[in-house]
Nanobody, 125 residues
């Protein structure tokens, strides 16, 4: 049974940093791309970042490029978030790609088959 557990969320002032972690179990982690998505109240789920199974390709949503960095290792995926803005406030979810060895890092939530419960990130102005 695939399980994903996010941690590291919290309250931070604008301009600050947070590092989210996601622990994965129940799968051969190194075979799958991983992604981060977020959802703010009243808004649709939004792509944040993704990384291929090898770690060689990363993709970012336009709103976080240059501020967020995704990385992976040892059945963990991380999201380093710098220069946080109030508009980054959301519940952040990590997810596992539904296809092994996908050659690209997908930005579509429909390509991800398993999701964590999410961690709240609140950025105050």
């Amino acid at each position: 049974q695939v399980q994903l557990g996010e941690s590291g969320g919290g309250l931070v002032q604008a301009g600050g940093s947070l590092r989210l972690s996601c622990a994965a179990s129940g799968l051969t982690f190194s075979n799958y791309a991983m992604g981060w998505f977020r959802q703010a109240p009243g808004k649709e789920r939004e792509f944040v970042a993704a990384i291929t199974w090898s770690g060689s390709i990363t993709k970012y949503g336009d709103s976080v490029k240059g501020r967020f960095t995704i990385s992976r290792g040892n059945a963990m995926v991380y999201l380093q978030m710098n220069s946080l803005k109030p508009e980054d406030t959301a519940v952040y979810y990590c997810a596992v790609d539904s296809v092994r060895y996908r050659t690209t890092a997908s930005t579509h939530d429909s390509d991800f088959g398993f999701w964590g419960q999410g961690t709240q990130v609140t950025v105050s102005s």
